[in-house]
């Protein structure tokens, strides 16, 4: 009796990483973290998010959360707009089995206004 593994296919899932500060992250001077859309090929989506941590890791980025939407599939049954764009990197990650970054947003903190006082 043979234990052959079963291959598993992969697939492509969008992730979410909000990201802090490191020295040498490559995030524009004054932010304060950001969030990155990728697209992740694995078998699941623990693989693709462990994946894309390590992955940003090497980069100098600090993941702190990762929300999962899931694969293409499962964003067109909830009804997203899924540009070409977004199709043809989809595509790109699953054929080089990879992790490919779509978007990075800075965050900047919001300057906190100062209360006027219009009592006398």
């Known amino acids: 009796m043979t234990d052959k593994k079963i291959k598993r296919p992969q697939l492509v899932f969008t ?6 500060r490191n020295p040498n992250d ?4 004054g932010a304060t973290g950001g969030a990155i859309m990728c697209f992740a090929s694995g078998v699941d ?6 994946e894309t941590v390590a992955i940003l890791k090497q ?3 600090a993941p702190l959360d990762v ?14 707009d899924i540009s070409e764009e977004e199709r043809k990197l989809m ?11 779509y978007q990075l947003t800075p965050f900047f903190e919001e300057k ?3 209360p006027s006082d219009t009592h006398h």
């Open 15 to 20: 992730l979410l990483v909000e990201v802090g």
């Open 26 to 29: 490559g995030l524009p001077k």
């Open 45 to 50: 989506e623990p693989e693709a998010v462990r």
């Open 59 to 61: 980069a100098d980025l």
């Open 67 to 80: 929300t999962g939407y899931g694969t293409l599939d499962e964003r067109l049954q909830e009804g997203h």
């Open 91 to 101: 595509k790109q990650a699953l054929d080089e089995n990879s992790v490919i970054v």
């Open 112 to 114: 906190k206004s100062q």
